[in-house]
């Protein structure tokens, strides 16, 4: 019995088990290098893509490498893929290949990162703290697959593990929210001063997520905003 105890203390403190909350002013943080200390999170929709938006913030140590966003299936490890890349900038993967958005650094305060994709034209497009940059083509034609692994802090290089301590993510991460479209630049806009515009695939204010290793959930560091969804 005691042994059984002891088991059930070290899972609890690896792992909390999904929740479904609201997340409003709060953040994932990931205080060190690691490959144990992730957050799985849990589409509320579940069917293929045929476009995208991914909204966040994220305030990252900058002296290094690392993933941002990672949405994998059993077909592709990269089938979605937010990274950072110190001295080259921001890719962005679909399906696998990606595109870089070249930035020879990334500023050292948190940064709202938007990024969308559609298949009818394969245009990219990337928006950081509210202002686009060039938008760019990558895999027209393309259907993104369905029974996704969703993972914060951790690059996957097989479904829902494979994970490298060199590109985690060390520093805080949050108000993630994910569309199953395209956000207009006005709609974009409007989520970054606060607004969220009911996100239908993940949503920030009722998140179901799952912590592994030191993630701790800590108030918010960017500018609070307490805008209405619409």
């Not at 593990?161 to 395209?182: C, E, H, R, T």
Request: charged share 20%.
């Amino acid at each position: 019995m005691e042994k059984l105890l002891w088991c059930l203390l070290i899972t609890i403190s690896f792992s909390q088990a999904f929740g479904h909350e609201d997340m409003s002013k709060q953040a994932f943080v990931f205080p060190g290098v690691s490959a144990t200390a992730y957050v799985s999170l849990e589409a509320e929709s579940k069917k293929p893509l045929e476009a995208f938006t991914v909204c966040l913030y994220a305030h990252a140590d900058v002296s290094r490498s690392f993933s941002i966003f990672s949405y994998a299936t059993k077909t592709s490890f990269n089938e979605i893929l937010l990274f950072w890349t110190r001295g080259q900038g921001f890719s962005i993967a679909v399906g696998g290949p990606e595109i870089l958005f070249s930035a020879s650094e990334i500023p050292e305060v948190p940064t709202h990162i938007c990024a969308t994709w559609e298949s009818a034209t394969g245009i990219v497009e990337l928006w950081l703290d509210g202002k686009p940059r060039v938008r760019k083509s990558l895999q027209k034609g393309y259907i993104v697959g369905t029974n996704a692994s969703i993972i914060l802090g951790q690059e996957q290089d097989s479904h829902g593990g494979g994970f490298d301590a060199n590109q985690s993510l060390v520093g805080d991460i949050g108000d993630v929210n994910m569309w199953d479209f395209v956000l207009s630049p006005e709609q974009i806009n409007a989520v970054y001063v606060g607004r969220v515009f009911s996100p239908n695939v993940l949503n920030w204010r009722a998140l179901k997520y799952e912590t592994h290793g030191d993630v701790f959930i800590k108030p918010q560091l960017w500018p609070l905003t307490d805008c209405c969804e619409s």
